[in-house]
């Protein structure tokens, strides 16, 4: 059979046979990128005073130099300029941007940070932990468009400058689920780029029951985080999507503790945590993880081969940003592991030091080297903070007493952040009147800054200071324990599977010696309260804020306690603390004492 052509078809089987009659392969689909910009850990650090990096020194990497770095103007910023380097991008934010926050945050219910957020240009978020601190209603609140009505007493304040305009970003999370089996977020998150579907699984730690106040959370449930996105995983895949990310608020940490920040070396130094863990369970469709929770910096290649995947978490308090530029095959939706890179980057702002700026950029490759000089704070972001800045500004800058000296939150033990705390607690109670405490305990994931002189001691100290050390709005409930109750719960500092205690931090009326390598029931020794031996059968009366009374950080000994009496804000009797005579001077000398 003779094929008939047309003259210009003919030349074209001419120019064929000339070629070999090949035929010419399919036009390829272009690669399509994606860049991942993380941020995690906020905690409604809007404003960038006091907030730095320890970076490595240039001279000398073994000594840790500080980089004055976040703010929510220069975060935005340095968004800004990743998004003008890449055709396609996604900001996500990796949970606790609310929560344990400064006064510019916690005085507006949150609402403040929710407001820069949007500005920032959030795409996605998951809820860390903190976000349920005041209960899974008002979390749900903050979340949508609207003002809370407050009593005329109230210390807070709803929709300072007008209506909240509610998160214009989804939040999502596989493994929080409700009493009727559903999930109190969508499990997951889908979006098209370049006609490609990527997808992004979310989980909040399964162990936030325990340091959250269990009431806020008592009809929800947090199950496995990699059985929760696997389970997603499986259900995107079965949807043809083959492009998936994780977003977990848990995190670990690595390399050698009290060595600069190293949060670039792939290699991973020394990983540890639970994030790990988590990671190596994960069905290997899962290409890049981001991490938080413990506010570390890190940037592992986890895996070997085909199979090896990142796990980033970027510090916290809007310091750095997680970088993943992700490159996808058009045809299958799958990315390409070995074309995708990653960075952890700084966010520099008006106080980092200009020279030690300068070797960092001059360091970095490109294209995060460009981006780092291009970044500039966000006009519209800065105006916005400085709204609610002015806004709380009577509040905060209202000076409440004084200090003697510098109180920091690092300790082995008890830190002196922590015992001021602890003493402020208990002579708010002491009084019979106001319960007849003898002691309080203070967990230490309450004490969320130091207190700190700007110039030598003694300095005053401002009502936004104590609140930034004090966050949390917690009222002193004051309660009955045995002495029998009371060394259960600090036998019980040291739990099964940790690798060691977490430490109530005492008044100064409480004090004994912790021995590390003595068997359960024998490690508290010497337990003396006023000074005298703990008696087993005696009752006592003690003041704890009221998360730990609800039995919050796992403290579940203190459920127990009876004949309770509320006290005041334990931010307003820190206030009253720091108002006695000359202001208090920190104690050199620990309260409990370790025996290796």
Not at 142 to 165: E, M, N, Y
Not at 192 to 206: H, L
Not at 517 to 523: F, H, K, N, T, V
């Amino acid at each position: 059979m003779k094929l008939r052509t047309s003259g210009a078809a003919a030349l074209s089987c001419l120019a064929l046979l000339i070629a070999g009659c090949a035929t010419p392969p399919p036009a390829e689909k272009p690669l399509v990128t994606l860049r991942l910009i993380a941020f995690n850990d906020l905690h409604g650090n809007l404003e960038p005073t006091g907030l730095s990096l320890p970076w490595p020194d240039p001279a000398n990497r073994e000594k840790a130099m500080r980089l004055n770095a976040g703010g929510a103007a220069y975060l935005a910023g340095t968004v800004q300029a990743l998004r003008a380097g890449a055709r396609n991008s996604l900001v996500i934010s990796s949970g606790d941007m609310i929560g344990g926050t400064p006064l510019i945050s916690a005085l507006f219910l949150h609402e403040s940070t929710i407001d820069v957020a949007n500005r920032i240009g959030v795409d996605i978020a998951i809820p860390g932990n903190h976000e349920f601190d005041a209960g899974r209603e008002e979390l749900l609140r903050v979340l949508k468009p609207g003002c809370r009505t407050l009593p005329a007493d109230a210390i807070f304040v709803s929709c300072p400058s007008g209506p909240h305009p509610g998160a214009k970003f989804p939040v999502f999370a596989a493994n929080v689920l409700t009493a009727d089996g559903g999930t109190l977020f969508p499990p997951s998150v889908v979006r098209e780029v370049d006609g490609v579907k990527v997808g992004f699984i979310g989980a909040v730690t399964k162990i936030t029951p325990s340091i959250v106040v269990p009431s806020g959370v008592a009809r929800l449930r947090f199950t496995d985080e990699v059985q929760a996105i696997n389970t997603e995983a499986a259900r995107l895949k079965a949807q043809g999507i083959n492009a998936l990310v994780a977003v977990i608020h848990e995190g670990g940490e690595t390399g050698t503790p009290g060595l600069p920040l190293e949060w670039n070396d792939a290699g991973c130094p020394k990983p540890r945590g639970a994030i790990f863990e988590i990671v190596r369970q994960l069905t290997q469709d899962v290409d890049v993880v981001f991490s938080a929770h413990t506010h570390q910096g890190y940037r592992c290649v986890v895996g070997e081969g085909a199979g090896a995947r990142p796990v980033m978490q970027a510090t916290a308090l809007g310091r750095g940003v997680s970088v993943a530029d992700l490159v996808i095959d058009a045809r299958t939706g799958e990315i390409d592991r070995a074309r995708t890179t990653h960075r952890n980057l700084p966010v520099f702002n008006a106080g980092s030091d200009a020279a030690l700026r300068a070797a960092i950029v001059a360091a970095e490759p490109e294209p995060w080297a460009t981006a780092l000089r291009q970044a500039q704070p966000v006009p519209a972001v800065a105006q916005t903070v400085a709204m609610y800045a002015a806004a709380a500004a009577p509040r905060a800058n209202r000076t409440v007493g004084r200090i003697g000296g510098n109180f920091d939150r690092s300790s082995r033990t008890d830190s002196s952040a922590g015992r001021l705390i602890a003493d402020a607690q208990w002579q708010a109670t002491r009084a019979p009147e106001r319960g007849g405490a003898e002691f309080a305990l203070m967990n230490p994931g309450g004490v969320r800054s130091d207190l700190r002189c700007a110039s030598a001691p003694p300095c005053s100290i401002t009502y936004g200071e104590a609140f930034t050390m004090q966050p949390f709005g917690n009222s002193l409930v004051v309660m009955t324990l045995t002495g029998a109750e009371i060394r259960r719960i600090l036998e019980d500092q040291q739990r099964e599977g940790r690798r060691g205690p977490s430490f109530l931090i005492p008044s100064s009326s409480l004090t004994y010696r912790w021995v590390a390598g003595a068997p359960y029931g024998q490690r508290v020794q010497d337990l003396r309260i006023g000074g005298q031996p703990l008696d087993a059968a005696r009752n006592y009366r003690l003041t704890v804020n009221s998360f730990m009374a609800d039995g919050g950080d796992g403290v579940t000994g203190l459920s127990a306690g009876r004949n309770r009496l509320g006290g005041a804000l334990d931010v307003e009797a820190l206030a009253d603390f720091l108002a006695a005579g000359n202001g208090p001077v920190p104690e050199p000398v620990p309260r409990i004492t370790l025996v290796e």
